[in-house]
């Protein structure tokens, strides 16, 4: 702590400090005027600033500021470029500094781990790789201006069913490798002003109330040293949740909790130093926010949009486009069909709902650029079916070269505050793409939807696009991709599946009776299908461009660091530029810890120009090799022979080959419940043991217990088998003093 943020602790009462430990309204902290201690503002983002003019509310009813809408995770993340998110992320607190925002409140990167979950628009990716990056760089582009994040949900927070209440209950493996990873990586590399703690409980206790996340995980583990805020209402007992670690509750409890606090240090159930600690957290931020030089407005509205443009386009997937029927052919005509075409949904639900700058429709660029060689029809409403507009449709459909029809999910479909319950598009919708492609069979389905949806027209539609939620310049950014001004890149950061029945989580989601069981362990995502070898409509990583990519053959080394050097020339073999998403997947098949076939240590998308090759090198960071020793509790590499298989999808591997990875040390203590097999593996108990054994069988008179232990099949079994009890078994020979000095020796400078 800076000497000046000292000197005001000291100059503080124990009301004073309590009051700097929740908001004084809904989004503003508490000033301590007498000192000289300024409120400061955090508001929402995280694809943009939601800065409320008036009232505030955390659902995105009252109005805010206009700012720029940028496209949210789920699209941002398709991008698969750690850079444009920075880029992003720059203009975004840009914008909260001309406001005078302290801390914008996201990133959000909690897994998807099924695709229900009513705020996945929100989030990036299943994969906690993807999740950690995106989001690191996106937290690093938002403090570069002197604006402070807001890393959030901490954690497991995966559903919006009983959000407040539920218990996500998860054991330790998929815990550590799959819902805190990401987490310690922005942490690690970016140091985020503050996290975000969630509303739920992780294995029956509140997260906001919890000293192994807030402290031990947190800062202990991982080195945390900002601030953490907790949710809006996230909080439910004050006193305990200070002692856990939550330094700032918000919004304002109207002095209630403050008084809690410190009656606790009154009838000395608080030690003081607890609340010193909280309270020199929120003056350190405090100061941090003061340092921003002051940025002079006004906002340049038109750089920003023509940025959230060229975001939203790279972010549009490619899915399918047969005989290359995109881009579409200069001279054609089009049939332009859907409401989304002429309305664009580009943003979710719920708090991060943005006030956008300007706003774009596919129908208007298309005609800016395409003239009267578009014509639309919605051909549906947002509430349903309309027999005209469908019959308008269809006919208009048949009377052009090509059709393009958007479908997508209605806004009352996704949302913060509940769960999607199924998979679906809407109806008629559904039935206008079948009319649809019956008269026409150069129909092009462009979809507008915040998570993944089943796709029963897959096989018959000869190009689909993915255009997610978008942003502001969506609409602009989608007809560049149709147009071919822009050559799509997108890939898919989760997996689209056949149906909902096919998910990890299916059957364990959103629980019940409080309790959610993540039964599907550490198999989430495309870990899950590839493990089970299930079909999918279209894999994680999966996304088509305008060009095509070939792969030489792939090299992989260790340096004298520990981490894996991949190397890979990739040729653009088409006639235009294109992007193309190197994804490096390892696998380690024989392994101590079940595993799945391949996942996700390392991407990089690069722009080639085309005949051109690049040798494009990607590292995995040893630490990202490492899995959840449940014995240890801690991360630990296994040393072995690993598979590094290098393509654009985890079922789309160009090239492969293997490295050797030295594993680290684990020294385990044995107890009398150490298996035979672990004490005969152990460096030190290990031979002492097969001495001992090879010593018995040479001297035994005894053919029949010399036989007995020789046998393959009853050495098998005492492999598994706790040394401790086998001192029971006769002919072994073994005394239960004997079996305690051994395991004695064999801990001999281990901790406890």
């Known amino acids: 702590m800076a000497d000046s943020t000292?000197?005001?602790?000291?100059?503080?009462?124990?009301?004073?400090?309590?009051?700097?430990?929740?908001?004084?309204?809904?989004?503003?902290?508490?000033?301590?005027?007498?000192?000289?201690?300024?409120?400061?503002?955090?508001?929402?983002?995280?694809?943009?600033?939601?800065?409320?003019?008036?009232?505030?509310?955390?659902?995105?009813?009252n109005d805010s500021v206009p700012a720029t809408c940028f496209p949210p995770a789920v699209g941002l993340g398709s991008s698969f470029d750690p850079e444009l998110a920075q880029r992003m992320g720059r203009a975004i607190g840009t914008e909260a500094a001309i406001e005078d925002v302290a801390v914008v409140l996201g990133p959000g990167i909690n897994i998807k781990r099924s695709p229900l979950c009513g705020r996945n628009f929100e989030y990036f990716s299943e994969d906690p790789l993807v999740a950690g990056w995106m989001g690191g760089a996106l937290v690093d582009g938002i403090q570069s201006r002197g604006v402070g994040s807001s890393l959030k949900h901490f954690a497991v927070n995966n559903q919006e069913s009983d959000r407040m209440r539920v218990s996500a209950d998860v054991d330790p493996r998929p815990l550590h490798e799959i819902y805190l990873r990401g987490f310690a990586h922005v942490v690690r590399q970016s140091q985020p002003w503050t996290v975000m703690c969630s509303y739920n409980k992780i294995n029956g206790v509140y997260a906001s109330e919890n000293p192994w996340l807030l402290t031990d995980t947190l800062r202990t583990a991982w080195g945390f040293q900002g601030l953490v805020v907790s949710d809006w209402g996230a909080v439910n007992e004050r006193v305990a949740a200070l002692v856990a670690g939550l330094d700032l509750e918000m919004p304002s409890s109207g002095g209630?909790?403050?008084?809690?606090?410190?009656?606790?240090?009154?009838?000395?159930?608080?030690?003081?130093?607890?609340?010193?600690?909280?309270?020199?957290?929120?003056?350190?931020?405090?100061?941090?926010?003061?340092?921003?030089?002051?940025?002079?407005?006004?906002?340049?509205?038109?750089?920003?949009?023509?940025?959230?443009?060229?975001?939203?386009?790279?972010?549009?997937?490619?899915?399918?486009?047969?005989?290359?029927?995109?881009?579409?052919?200069?001279?054609?005509?089009?049939?332009?069909?859907?409401?989304?075409a002429r309305t664009p949904r580009f943003q979710g639900g719920g708090s991060?709902?943005?006030?956008?700058?300007?706003?774009?429709?596919?129908?208007?660029?298309?005609?800016?650029?395409?003239?009267?060689?578009?014509?639309?029809?919605?051909?549906?409403?947002?509430?349903?079916?309309?027999?005209?507009?469908?019959?308008?449709?269809?006919?208009?459909?048949?009377?052009?070269?090509?059709?393009?029809?958007?479908?997508?999910?209605?806004?009352?479909?996704?949302?913060?505050?509940?769960?999607?319950?199924?998979?679906?598009?809407?109806?008629?919708?559904?039935?206008?793409?079948?009319?649809?492609?019956?008269?026409?069979?150069?129909?092009?389905?462009?979809?507008?939807?915040?998570?993944?949806?089943?796709?029963?027209?897959?096989?018959?539609?000869?190009?689909?696009?993915?255009?997610?939620?978008?942003?502001?310049?969506?609409?602009?950014?989608?007809?560049?991709?149709?147009?071919?001004?822009?050559?799509?890149?997108?890939?898919?950061?989760?997996?689209?599946?056949?149906?909902?029945?096919?998910?990890?989580?299916?059957?364990?989601?959103?629980?019940a009776l409080g309790h959610v069981r993540y039964g599907e362990g550490i198999y989430v995502g495309y870990r899950w299908y590839d493990q089970r070898e299930l079909d999918v409509a279209y894999p994680f990583g999966h996304g088509l461009s305008y060009t095509e990519f070939s792969y030489e053959p792939v090299t992989a080394e260790t340096d004298e660091t520990g981490q894996v050097i991949v190397t890979v020339r990739v040729t653009n073999v088409g006639?235009?530029?294109?992007?193309?998403?190197?994804?490096?997947?390892?696998?380690?098949?024989?392994?101590?810890?079940?595993?799945?076939?391949?996942?996700?240590?390392?991407?990089?998308?690069?722009?080639?120009?085309?005949?051109?090759?690049?040798?494009?090198?990607?590292?995995?960071?040893?630490?990202?090799?490492?899995?959840?020793?449940?014995?240890?509790?801690?991360f630990a590499v296994e040393g072995g022979t690993y598979r590094i298989d290098v393509g654009s999808s985890s079922r789309n591997i160009a090239q492969s080959t293997t490295v050797e990875v030295t594993g680290d040390e684990l020294r385990l203590p044995l107890t009398m419940e150490s298996s035979l097999g672990e004490v005969m593996a152990h460096p030190v108990a290990g031979p002492i043991v097969a001495e001992q054994l090879a010593a018995m069988q040479s001297d035994s008179s005894d053919d029949a217990a010399g036989g007995f232990l020789d046998d393959?099949?009853?050495?098998?079994?005492?492999?598994?088998?706790?040394?401790?009890?086998?001192?029971?078994?006769?002919?072994?020979?073994?005394?239960?003093?004997?079996?305690?000095?051994?395991?004695?020796?064999?801990?001999?400078?281990?901790?406890?």
Not at 302 to 316: F, K, N, Q, Y
Request: glycine letters at 8%; hydrophobic letters at 45%.
């Open 575 to 634: 006639d235009r530029t294109g992007r193309e998403v190197v994804q490096a997947y390892v696998g380690l098949d024989e392994s101590i810890v079940d595993r799945a076939p391949r996942e996700l240590k390392a991407f990089v998308s690069v722009e080639i120009p085309a005949g051109m090759t690049c040798e494009i090198p990607l590292m995995i960071h040893r630490d990202d090799l490492a899995y959840w020793d449940v014995r240890a509790d801690r």
């Open 6 to 61: 000292r000197d005001l602790l000291a100059q503080l009462t124990v009301e004073e400090k309590a009051s700097l430990t929740s908001g004084a309204d809904f989004w503003n902290t508490k000033a301590v005027e007498r000192v000289g201690v300024p409120s400061m503002m955090l508001t929402d983002g995280p694809h943009g600033l939601r800065k409320q003019a008036g009232a505030g509310d955390h659902l995105g009813i």
């Open 352 to 511: 991060s709902h943005i006030n956008p700058t300007k706003v774009d429709s596919a129908l208007d660029e298309f005609v800016a650029q395409l003239g009267d060689r578009v014509r639309f029809a919605p051909g549906f409403t947002f509430d349903g079916a309309d027999a005209a507009l469908f019959e308008e449709a269809v006919a208009l459909a048949g009377q052009q070269d090509v059709a393009v029809l958007f479908v997508g999910l209605p806004a009352a479909e996704e949302s913060e505050g509940f769960d999607r319950e199924h998979l679906n598009l809407p109806a008629a919708q559904l039935d206008l793409v079948d009319a649809v492609l019956a008269v026409n069979p150069n129909t092009v389905v462009v979809l507008s939807n915040g998570a993944v949806v089943t796709l029963p027209f897959a096989e018959s539609v000869p190009a689909i696009v993915e255009a997610w939620l978008l942003g502001q310049a969506g609409g602009s950014a989608t007809v560049d991709v149709l147009t071919g001004a822009v050559n799509p890149s997108g890939r898919l950061t989760e997996t689209i599946p056949l149906r909902l029945e096919d998910t990890p989580a299916f059957g364990n989601f959103p629980g």
């Open 712 to 752: 393959p099949m009853v050495t098998q079994l005492l492999g598994s088998f706790p040394i401790g009890r086998l001192t029971s078994f006769p002919g072994v020979g073994i005394e239960a003093d004997q079996v305690r000095a051994l395991i004695a020796v064999a801990n001999q400078g281990l901790d406890a």
């Open 256 to 340: 209630v909790t403050d008084a809690e606090i410190v009656a606790a240090i009154c009838d000395g159930t608080l030690d003081p130093a607890v609340l010193d600690t909280a309270a020199e957290r929120n003056l350190e931020l405090v100061a941090k926010a003061q340092q921003r030089p002051p940025v002079a407005g006004p906002l340049d509205v038109d750089a920003h949009h023509a940025l959230a443009r060229e975001v939203a386009g790279r972010s549009i997937v490619l899915l399918k486009n047969d005989d290359a029927l995109l881009p579409l052919a200069p001279d054609s005509s089009v049939a332009l069909i859907g409401e989304f």
